[in-house]
């Protein structure tokens, strides 16, 4: 039987509640047996294409190039339906609950892109849905919010900390602990006890197998460098993993600043270093002080507002294979604005962050960029801080 | 005597008495305050305590209902770490064995070896990790090993049996078995079939069953006691006790003879 990893290096794990710990075991054996499964594959290849508009297109952002001064290729996850990549994990595991005989499903959100996603594939497979999201980010990103309530979902306000991501996913464990025996949690990233980060890789490594042959394709050789945004991880892992062994390829994840690493108000703990620590299940780069206490991460971008991130990229940057950086809020706006412009793309504030990375760190003979999602969901907060 | 030994004799010493059930109620450390909680501790102790549970608060406390979550809170916005609450353990210690309880993250940041040092050196007997589960256990295991101390794994209704086997034969100072599937807090009632959650997890170890997770009343207490289990852990009532009025300790302690009281020998 084939298997699936619990520890990339020393980091991941399952630091979790007993009551969980045969639930974890029960994932993964489903999804073991699904994934070898060509009944289960053709059934989510069929929606990845007819419901999600896979594969999305690689696509030369030709204005954008001109003002870097190197050419830049988006692959855009925003066409997606729900409008990020988060909903290829989504149906995917939306589709292994039914197959494991749970029908309800729970879900944390911040930037409320997983929770739409979630909702969306619970609708379509005919499922019970509760979204755990900060009261903070229902209020930046609320026609996420109503989405989700109109798609059948009901989102549950969490009021603990700084209302936002770390708190969510938090009150999402929570729930599960409590009705893990009816339901599936569907984790929104890489992140997590094992096996959710290699099982949410697996699902999101559809783009970068895609961007692999498109690029090939369309520039005839690989990229020098694969740039993406690290929130939780799950769209940077997706698209750095088929490139791995292409070791001339850099993979630069790019990871938000907020303030300024230095003010300490970011979200950046792959850049920041720092010792290691448990936060979710898993050992992995979190922020977190002298005592072990996680501490809250600051960014303008929901999705990125994140004290942690996933095990394996914590090790692909301890081995060196990856590279981490990180975007303050004001470039990422910065770049939000310029994309429009010159693009005639809103891309997400979370995508902004690696759009701003590469626009500014050239030479590169040739960039790719995961656009993660469109900023549909970001108006009112980007305009409100561009001052318009 | 070790801390090993402390917990054996605590709940022989329930036992002899022919008490139904040695009593260990939980308190977050530091919490309404370090003094008050201090006072809490010691009261414990007066009111008939076999053991304390002494909670070390946390930012994520993932196997905490609210008002765990949120005492924890209070006491870290009050700026208590973690020698406060060892030394409240060593002041509690003096009277019965001490638990530490706290997460996983807390332990690796000092260091299993450091951690294990100042528990031993705060006079705890031993240490509850909720989310450290046999995978991730053998290191701090081993820590706890050579100093004595007891590393308590929690079971859960969830548990299959050929897990439960090995997690009871690793199990030192007692096995903790949730009696619920949930996190801490109040709840109404008792779950069904607890008698067998404790028959199963009695079957699979030398050690003393405890069940914890939900008792908040004396009859549930009981309830507990009558389903087979050698220690009741009373939790979020009395959290919830300490952080209410102007007399917490006397209601804490009020509590406490009550729990204490429905674990007695009846008549
Ligand atoms: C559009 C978009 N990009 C990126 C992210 C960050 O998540 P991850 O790092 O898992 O891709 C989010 C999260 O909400 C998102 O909505």
Known sequence: MSTIEHRFGPYGGQYVPETLMPALAELEAAWLSARDDPAFGAELNGLLRDFVGRPSPLYQAQRLSEAAGHPIYFKREDLNHTGAHKINNAIGQALLAKRMGKRRIIAETGAGQHGVATATACALLDLECAVYMGTEDMRRQKPNVERMGLLGASVEPVEAGARTLKEAVSAAIRDWVTNVETSHYVIGSCVGPAPYPALVRELQRVIGDEARAQILKQAGRLPERVIACVGGGSNSIGVFVPFVDDREVQLVGVEAAGDGIETGRHGAPLTAGGLPGVLHGAYSAIMQDEDGQILEAHSISAGLDYPGTGPEHAWLRDSGRARYVAITDREALDAFATCARLEGIIPALESSHAIAWAMANGPSQLDLVCLSGRGDKDLAEALDHLGR | ?267
């Open chain 2, 1 to 267: 005597m070790t801390g090993l030994e402390r917990i054996a004799a605590a709940f022989e010493s329930a036992r002899a008495d022919g008490r139904r059930a040695a009593l260990m109620p939980y308190m977050m450390g530091g919490f309404p305050d370090l003094e008050i909680s201090l006072e809490i501790g010691l009261e414990y102790a007066r009111g008939g305590a076999d053991l304390v549970e002494l909670g070390v608060p946390f930012s994520d406390p993932l196997a905490d209902g609210p008002v765990i979550h949120a005492a924890g809170t209070t006491a870290l916005r009050a700026g208590v770490r973690l020698p406060d609450v060892l030394e409240l353990g060593r002041a509690i210690a003096e009277h019965v064995p001490v638990i530490v309880m706290c997460y996983a993250n807390q332990i690796l940041v000092r260091g299993l070896e450091r951690f294990a040092d100042a528990l031993l050196d705060a006079g705890a007997s031993g240490l509850i990790v909720p989310d450290l589960p046999l995978e991730e256990a053998p290191a701090m295991l081993r820590a706890c090993e050579e100093r004595a101390l007891a590393l308590v794994p929690l079971v859960a209704p969830t548990t299959p049996d050929a897990r439960l086997a090995v997690i009871g034969a690793q199990a030192r100072g007692f096995i903790y078995t949730v009696s619920l599937t949930g996190t801490t807090g109040e709840r109404s009632g008792m779950q069904d079939g607890l008698a067998g959650v404790v028959a199963r997890a009695a079957a699979c170890t030398d050690v003393p069953v405890a069940v914890g997770f939900g008792i908040s009343t004396p009859p549930q207490a009981a309830a507990a006691a009558a389903a087979g289990a050698d220690g009741v852990i009373v939790g979020t009532r009395l959290v919830r006790a300490a952080g209410e009025g102007d007399a917490p300790v006397a209601s804490v302690g009020a509590l406490v003879r009550e729990f204490a009281g429905s674990l007695a020998v009846a008549g």
